[in-house]
């Protein structure tokens, strides 16, 4: 399950709070050349990795999907998907650009969009990480309205008005998507037998 | 969204259930001619009404979907079918081949099948009405695995091992269909003004 969305949506509250539901599901940590944010973990929020062994790792074939974001690399390992092969369910927190390499590189993904409940709202959420200028507000915006451009591809959209509204949606994707026919197969046969 | 389910597998409990939970979504009344059961509403669990009737209204053209089962007839009318053509949600209880009637009659249906856990759970369930003989304990038994044999083109299956579980997972596909994109664009296009 792949979620994206603008700067300043929830998208990482709401994924943090839905796999405290679902222990068995991995999030896939993604490896950046950005430094951390005050309070972020290596290994539990992002690998931090110079920009050296990023390109070493490109080098070497190792994600699955890469991005430069604002002069900062982003990247999901090869490995992390490799358990998602396996049939491990894998949250992944992924911006448009990457998770549409995973799209056509993996059978079988879900692909979720969350948009705030206004463009108002959205305006608001990405003036609160502290705007320097207009210019950078607009340059923000922009970013924001082509990464929303990419919604035409995605099979699911969650407006983020309420926290735990979202998270339920997200909850009820995850459960449906579990309960999908061509998902279940093996346990219909099973069944038959 | 079209619920079916081999006969005693708890498939009339889930939805009333689910539709407890949200009062907007309209229970689709279906009309049989077979006698009401102990406890039995017309006009709540079925319209109850007599061959002719029944057939009077097959010449009028007023059923969406309608087949004989055990010598009963049972239909859904078009009635009900244009509430959902005009964008009411819609529950039907509905036996796999006036399913199939709908499916190929609307667009944007969603197909469920519930099954019982085990086949040796639906063999119980199916003895528990009453089993006046071997013979006609298999006869439900082939009558069953013939309805089971038409989930192959469903879209989703619950197995109701409990029926809070199941609720749940009605609950989600019916949360999940409502966030689908291709069902949220004139949201997306508001959003987007």
Redesign the interface.
């Known amino acids: 399950m792949v979620v994206s969305a603008p700067s300043g949506t929830g998208k990482t509250s709401i994924c943090r709070e839905f796999i405290k539901m679902y222990p068995n599901i991995e999030f896939s940590v993604s490896y950046t050349t950005r430094p951390p944010r005050p309070g972020e973990v290596h290994g539990k929020d992002y690998y931090f990795i110079s920009e050296d062994a990023f390109k070493e790792q490109i080098a070497q074939g190792e994600f699955a999907e890469w991005v430069e974001n604002y002069g900062y690399l982003y990247g999901t390992s090869r490995k992390t998907m490799s358990a998602f092969l396996k049939g491990t369910d894998l949250i992944l927190d992924v911006e448009p650009r990457g998770a549409k390499t995973l799209k056509q590189n993996y059978l079988g993904g879900v692909f979720?969009?969350i948009?705030p409940p206004?463009?108002d709202e959205l305006k608001w959420r990405l003036s609160r990480r502290g705007v320097e200028n207009e210019g950078i507000m607009k340059e923000r915006l922009e970013a924001a309205m082509d990464e929303?451009g990419e919604?035409?591809w995605?099979?699911?959209?969650?407006?983020n008005d309420r926290l735990e509204r979202a998270i339920?949606?997200l909850?009820?994707?995850?459960?449906?998507?579990k309960?999908?026919?061509d998902r279940?197969i093996g346990?219909?046969r099973n069944?038959?037998?």
Chains 1, 2 share one sequence.
Do not use: N
């Not at 995605?154 to 407006?159: A, E, H, K, N, T």
């Open positions: 979720v969009f948009l206004s463009m929303i919604i035409v995605y099979d699911y959209v969650i407006f339920d949606y909850r009820a994707i995850y459960l449906a998507e309960s999908r026919r279940l346990k219909i069944f038959l037998k």
